[in-house]
């Protein structure tokens, strides 16, 4: 079992938490492609740890690389591998080329929002807060991680190659206006370990 909640559930803005509050209630403010329904969150299944385990694979092949261990997929409403994308440091040594922010990239112009809404992101760590405002952006439903900001922080201390800003997710999606459902840290140990010697 991970921990979940949707953003909107811990906004200090009213209309958000109005918005959780119908939510919960069986209403949803996000505009849904016809035929589809919006991602709430729900416990981690086992396509969810099937899929999370997929991303501590691409972390350890953005490594390979020569990159940092951090892997992300997105998957549509049926559970279905929409994009794969790793750590794109190197070769241009772009700071900004998170796993997470290439893929709410890439996934912004491919997919229109209200299909990203039903989609949901698995990452091997949580999203910073510049890839949480990506993913926010793009609207994306529903984040999957693995390995918290906050353990993040201690694996890699002072690291001059990441500097863990210590900032949770569900902060950066709770200051905004749509309903993302977040669930994680899960099966953190295995995504701890795939760290391992990299800092």
Not at 46 to 60: C, G, K, N, V
Not at 121 to 149: D, F, H, K, N
Not at 161 to 172: A, I, K, Y
Request: proline share 7%; with cysteine; charged share 20%.
């Amino acid at each position: 079992m991970c921990d979940k909640t949707t953003a909107e559930q811990t906004s200090t803005n009213p209309a958000a938490r109005d918005r959780a509050a119908a939510s919960e209630s069986g209403a949803t403010h996000v505009i849904a492609a016809p035929n589809t329904q919006p991602v709430t969150g729900s416990p981690l299944t086992e396509a969810d740890a099937r899929h999370l385990r997929q991303t501590f694979d691409i972390a350890r092949r953005a490594r390979t690389h020569g990159n940092m261990p951090f892997g992300a997929l997105l998957t549509g409403p049926e559970g279905e591998v929409l994009i794969e994308m790793e750590n794109g440091y190197f070769p241009d040594l772009d700071a900004t080329a998170h796993a997470e922010r290439l893929l709410a990239t890439e996934a912004s112009k491919r997919y229109r929002e209200p299909f990203l809404a039903t989609c949901t992101m698995y990452s091997s760590a949580e999203p910073c807060a510049m890839c949480a405002g990506a993913i926010y952006w793009t609207g994306i439903g529903r984040v999957v991680y693995g390995l918290s900001e906050h353990a993040l922080k201690t694996l890699t201390g002072d690291h001059p190659d990441n500097p863990t800003m210590d900032l949770p997710s569900r902060t950066v999606f709770a200051a905004g206006q749509k309903p993302i459902a977040v669930e994680g840290p899960c099966l953190e140990e295995e995504a701890r370990a795939v760290h391992q010697g990299a800092w």
